[in-house]
């Protein structure tokens, strides 16, 4: 399909811009740092976070930041999805070495990997080394981790991947997917020692990435690693690995350095999640997740940014964006969500995010005309002869003319609506094969980010952000009120009572759900959501899948047509507090996605919890919903308050939904860190399980989640308003 096709063009890109040539072995030392590694002012910032069957160790110091994954398959594993496996990921150049293995005996889930520490009790070491010795050498270091794992059986190294992470995950997730021109590179090399290394040069013919394997002496002798061909075999035993590379490295924000002066206390209260945090900013980007995600990613850094806000540095905040200002196409506008790719969506983001820092934050708008003055073209070349104040004007263009079409008299149409890009089965956050059903036209981009977006080139262009366009100030906030006021009817989907129990019935048998169907829940009430996107597969008008996405027009719009506005928020309360089939709500807190009222066998078939945007948790989502209700609630103390404050029934059914979703929030709160999780229903409950722990839909690859992701961590900054139990 086109995007698999997409997916590897875009690995290939990756490859043969950082490399791919074979080249001979540069280094090897039984040392781990040399006398040359610069001395970092404080200790290194490490951490252990498991979700087993992977386990994930962190190491960061002024020289190198890694992550190393452990995969070993627990009892109940599922052995066709989860194999014994070793990855080290590197945020600078979103780089990884992977390294599968398999039991020499043939038997699928006898062998075990684990990390085991050193003597002093640590899990990873800091690997630092000149290029071949030379103390006075300007080249770039080799620099890595290192780390001893313990085999409990022989084993065979299967297949090595040595390059960037998106090649790893082209395999991971992929059909086995395996470039030619990448493996074909490595080589295969006896170091001192009884060790084996393989090495690759990656094809600016400067970079080198190796991963080294040792045998440790242990009571009865060192153990051994044979070569046979590009396999290596071990005895089982504990084996040293080094794993590292001489490119250059990001400059890290640490903790101190990420949070605000109000906020610095996040770092000993929030220690573990603090952490996570300051592994993934940087200087120049903030990046979306471990180990999967280590590179710039627009839409995710925006979000984060947005949730994140309270509690974030200005430092931090403008890394963000900054790092979008410098990658939008100059040709029109488009902002790149993944380094030079666009999305539908992301365009929508800046205007918010530049609105909350220059202007709403009420003192910035300082900040705004030094950032504006910064040359772009350090990332994009194509962007050297315009500033970031440029770039951002062209994105406000892009938003106006896209948004002028519909506001337009008498354009009010759902043709005149923003669509997917054409031939791009993505688009939006839901950026998987059945996100959002094979939908064209997106229910978050239409109903929230357009008209939100508008409102804050209104916000800017009266603020004089964007020179020449003082017009804006109204013309921007007249097409906000239209978006805002006629879209939400195009999506809008009605559940006659008389047809819930059909439905919900229908669902349990097509999907083999084992709990109840909670029709109860629903009291004989019309059910009523807004459907994921319109033209959808099987010639569907609607993609009647009930879901979170009302979290975005919470969270990014103050509507004003009132009876509207009341009933949006009373169903989705209603969604939100009701138990999953009736509902979004388990045990393990609120699934991004419920397909049990749509009329077709194809929504339980592609939404399930093995689906990436299926009937899962993703944390980020909580805290938009979370953050979203608090804030419509908010305007109940206003000067003008919207009607529903003061419809009884209405406000307290809000009210009802934003507890029950803390309430689930608070329970599952030792997972609130990790990309997505999802459940199984066992012993009348929903039950925690890591995603990736049952096979994926039919067409559908299989995946897992990150163990940090960026927009997770969003809980930093959105509690819970004690005031509002």
Same mark, same amino acid.
């Given at each position: 399909?086109?995007?698999?096709?997409?997916?590897?063009?875009?690995?290939?890109?990756?490859?043969?811009?950082?490399?791919?040539?074979?080249?001979?072995?540069?280094?090897?030392?039984?040392?781990?740092?040399?006398?040359?590694?610069?001395?970092?002012?404080?200790?290194?910032?490490?951490?252990?976070?498991?979700?087993?069957?992977?386990?994930?160790?962190?190491?960061?110091?002024?020289?190198?930041?890694?992550?190393?994954?452990?995969?070993?398959?627990?009892?109940?594993?599922?052995?066709?999805?989860?194999?014994?496996?070793?990855?080290?990921?590197?945020?600078?150049?979103?780089?990884?070495?992977?390294?599968?293995?398999? !039991?020499?005996?043939?038997?699928?889930?006898?062998?075990?990997?684990?990390?085991?520490?050193?003597?002093?009790?640590?899990?990873?070491? !800091?690997?630092?080394?000149?290029?071949?010795?030379?103390?006075?050498?300007?080249?770039?270091?080799?620099?890595?981790?290192?780390?001893?794992?313990?085999?409990?059986?022989?084993?065979?190294?299967?297949?090595?991947?040595?390059?960037?992470?998106?090649?790893?995950?082209?395999?991971?997730?992929?059909?086995?997917?395996?470039?030619?021109?990448?493996?074909?590179?490595?080589?295969?090399?006896?170091?001192?020692?009884?060790?084996?290394?393989?090495?690759?040069?990656?094809?600016?013919?400067?970079?080198?990435?190796?991963?080294?394997?040792?045998?440790?002496?242990?009571?009865?002798?060192?153990?051994?690693?044979?070569?046979?061909?590009?396999?290596?075999?071990?005895?089982? #035993?504990?084996?040293?690995?080094?794993?590292?590379?001489?490119? !250059?490295?990001?400059?890290?924000?640490?903790?101190?350095?990420?949070?605000?002066?109000?906020?610095?206390?996040?770092?000993?209260?929030?220690?573990?999640?603090?952490?996570?945090?300051?592994?993934?900013?940087?200087?120049?980007?903030?990046?979306?997740?471990?180990?999967?995600?280590?590179?710039?990613?627009?839409?995710?850094?925006?979000?984060?940014?947005?949730?994140?806000?309270?509690?974030?540095?200005?430092?931090?905040?403008?890394?963000?964006?900054?790092?979008?200002?410098?990658?939008?196409?100059?040709?029109?506008?488009?902002?790149?969500?993944?380094?030079?790719?666009?999305?539908?969506?992301? =365009?929508?983001?800046?205007?918010?995010?530049? =609105?909350?820092?220059?202007?709403?934050?009420?003192?910035?708008?300082?900040?705004?005309?030094?950032?504006?003055?910064?040359?772009?073209?350090?990332?994009?070349?194509?962007?050297?002869?315009?500033?970031?104040?440029?770039?951002?004007?062209?994105?406000?263009?892009?938003?106006?003319?896209?948004?002028?079409?519909?506001?337009?008299?008498?354009?009010?149409?759902?043709?005149?609506?923003?669509?997917?890009? =054409?031939?791009?089965?993505? #688009?939006?956050?839901?950026?998987?094969?059945?996100?959002?059903? #094979?939908?064209?036209?997106?229910? =978050?981009?239409?109903?929230?980010?357009?008209?939100?977006?508008?409102?804050?080139?209104?916000?800017?262009?009266?603020?004089?952000?964007?020179?020449?366009?003082?017009?804006?100030?109204?013309?921007?906030?007249?097409?906000?009120?239209?978006?805002?006021?006629?879209?939400?009817?195009?999506?809008?989907?009605?559940?006659?009572?008389?047809?819930?129990?059909?439905?919900?019935?229908?669902?349990?048998?097509?999907?083999?759900?084992?709990?109840?169907?909670?029709?109860?829940?629903?009291?004989?009430?019309?059910?009523?959501?807004?459907?994921?996107?319109?033209?959808?597969?099987?010639?569907?008008?609607?993609?009647?899948?009930?879901?979170?996405?009302?979290?975005?027009?919470?969270?990014?719009?103050?509507?004003?047509?009132?009876?509207?506005?009341?009933?949006?928020?009373?169903?989705?309360?209603?969604?939100?507090?009701?138990?999953?089939?009736?509902?979004?709500?388990?045990?393990?807190?609120?699934?991004?996605?419920?397909?049990?009222?749509?009329?077709?066998?194809?929504?339980?078939?592609?939404?399930?919890?093995?689906?990436?945007?299926?009937?899962?948790?993703?944390?980020?989502?909580?805290?938009?919903?979370?953050?979203?209700?608090?804030?419509?609630?908010?305007?109940?103390?206003?000067?003008?308050?919207?009607?529903?404050?003061?419809?009884?029934?209405?406000?307290?059914?809000?009210?009802?939904?934003?507890?029950?979703?803390?309430?689930?929030?608070?329970?599952?709160?030792?997972?609130?860190?990790?990309?997505?999780?999802?459940?199984?229903?066992?012993?009348?409950?929903?039950?925690?399980?890591?995603?990736?722990?049952?096979? !994926?839909?039919?067409?559908?690859?299989?995946?897992?989640?990150?163990?940090?992701?960026?927009?997770?961590?969003?809980?930093?900054?959105?509690?819970?308003?004690? #005031?509002?139990?």
């Amino acid at each position: 399909m086109l995007f698999a096709s997409l997916a590897r063009v875009l690995t290939l890109w990756t490859s043969f811009t950082l490399g791919a040539s074979a080249h001979g072995f540069t280094h090897y030392n039984s040392s781990i740092q040399d006398s040359t590694a610069p001395k970092c002012s404080g200790p290194p910032t490490t951490q252990r976070l498991t979700d087993l069957p992977y386990d994930n160790y962190f190491y960061s110091d002024c020289n190198v930041q890694a992550q190393a994954v452990i995969t070993s398959p627990e009892p109940d594993s599922n052995l066709s999805i989860v194999s014994p496996r070793l990855i080290v990921a590197w945020p600078g150049g979103n780089s990884g070495a992977c390294a599968y293995f398999q !039991p020499q005996n043939g038997i699928n889930g006898t062998l075990t990997v684990e990390l085991i520490n050193s003597t002093d009790g640590k899990s990873l070491l !800091p690997v630092y080394a000149k290029t071949k010795g030379k103390a006075n050498d300007t080249a770039n270091p080799f620099v890595g981790v290192s780390g001893t794992i313990r085999l409990n059986s022989s084993a065979v190294l299967t297949v090595s991947i040595l390059g960037s992470v998106r090649t790893i995950r082209d395999f991971v997730e992929g059909p086995s997917l395996l470039i030619p021109e990448i493996q074909d590179a490595i080589k295969i090399k006896s170091i001192p020692g009884g060790g084996m290394a393989l090495s690759r040069r990656w094809l600016d013919n400067v970079t080198t990435m190796e991963l080294r394997f040792k045998p440790k002496e242990n009571v009865c002798g060192a153990s051994s690693i044979q070569v046979d061909d590009k396999t290596l075999i071990f005895e089982a #035993g504990d084996y040293t690995f080094y794993a590292d590379y001489n490119y !250059p490295q990001l400059t890290q924000l640490n903790a101190s350095a990420v949070f605000n002066s109000q906020s610095q206390d996040l770092i000993t209260t929030q220690s573990s999640i603090s952490k996570s945090l300051s592994f993934l900013s940087y200087t120049d980007k903030l990046l979306a997740g471990g180990w999967r995600f280590l590179t710039y990613f627009g839409r995710d850094s925006m979000i984060s940014a947005l949730l994140l806000q309270p509690v974030l540095s200005d430092l931090a905040m403008e890394a963000v964006i900054e790092a979008v200002l410098e990658r939008i196409n100059s040709t029109d506008g488009t902002i790149a969500h993944e380094e030079t790719i666009g999305r539908v969506d992301t =365009d929508f983001y800046l205007p918010v995010i530049m =609105d909350n820092y220059f202007v709403k934050n009420g003192s910035n708008l300082d900040r705004a005309a030094a950032i504006f003055k910064i040359k772009a073209g350090k990332e994009n070349p194509a962007n050297k002869n315009f500033t970031y104040g440029e770039t951002a004007l062209l994105n406000a263009r892009k938003i106006m003319k896209l948004a002028g079409r519909y506001a337009a008299k008498g354009n009010q149409t759902a043709a005149n609506l923003i669509r997917l890009n =054409d031939d791009i089965v993505v #688009g939006e956050w839901r950026d998987s094969t059945y996100g959002i059903g #094979g939908g064209r036209i997106p229910y =978050d981009v239409n109903t929230a980010l357009v008209p939100a977006a508008l409102r804050a080139i209104a916000s800017l262009a009266k603020a004089g952000i964007y020179r020449g366009h003082p017009e804006w100030a109204s013309l921007a906030n007249e097409y906000a009120k239209i978006w805002e006021d006629t879209t939400l009817h195009f999506f809008e989907v009605t559940v006659p009572a008389e047809q819930v129990k059909s439905r919900l019935d229908t669902y349990k048998k097509l999907s083999g759900f084992a709990g109840p169907t909670q029709t109860e829940s629903v009291s004989n009430e019309d059910v009523i959501f807004h459907a994921l996107a319109l033209e959808g597969n099987n010639n569907q008008s609607k993609v009647e899948v009930m879901n979170t996405d009302d979290c975005f027009r919470l969270f990014l719009v103050n509507s004003t047509d009132q009876p509207q506005l009341t009933a949006f928020l009373n169903q989705a309360a209603n969604n939100v507090r009701r138990t999953f089939p009736a509902g979004l709500m388990t045990s393990v807190s609120a699934v991004v996605a419920n397909p049990a009222y749509g009329n077709d066998p194809v929504y339980a078939a592609n939404f399930t919890t093995s689906a990436y945007h299926g009937t899962v948790v993703w944390s980020w989502q909580l805290a938009m919903l979370a953050r979203g209700f608090e804030l419509q609630l908010a305007r109940c103390d206003s000067q003008s308050p919207p009607a529903f404050c003061t419809d009884d029934r209405v406000h307290k059914n809000v009210l009802l939904g934003y507890n029950t979703l803390w309430d689930s929030i608070e329970k599952n709160r030792a997972v609130l860190a990790s990309e997505l999780w999802s459940w199984e229903y066992v012993n009348g409950d929903f039950k925690y399980k890591p995603y990736g722990s049952f096979p !994926p839909p039919a067409g559908v690859q299989s995946t897992e989640a990150d163990i940090v992701q960026l927009w997770s961590l969003s809980f930093l900054a959105i509690t819970r308003n004690q #005031g509002l139990k």
